[in-house]
């Protein structure tokens, strides 16, 4: 399933240049780690309640973790 692709290429991609791992990521969301794993390798049946809490941790926008052109400046900041 693509979005569950591009889900997991932009929590992948947010973290790291949030320069959090896994376990960071998690601990600031208020999940298990190994959501953030299973997000990351597109096994995850998520709920939007996970994903706000992830979003919110990547100071990221719902939207932007579903947006499949990372490079577009409208999507990304939790600050619009």
């Known amino acids: 399933m693509q979005l569950r692709a591009t889900l997991a290429r932009r929590v992948k991609e947010r973290r790291q240049l949030s320069n959090l791992s896994q376990r960071d990521l998690a601990e600031r969301a208020g999940v298990r780690q190994a959501l953030v794993s299973q997000i990351e390798l597109s096994e995850a049946n998520v709920t939007l309640d996970s994903l706000v809490r992830i979003a919110i941790a990547l100071d990221v926008d719902l939207a932007g973790l579903f947006a499949a052109n990372s490079g577009d400046p409208r999507v990304?900041?939790?600050?619009s």
């Open 76 to 79: 990304g900041s939790g600050h």
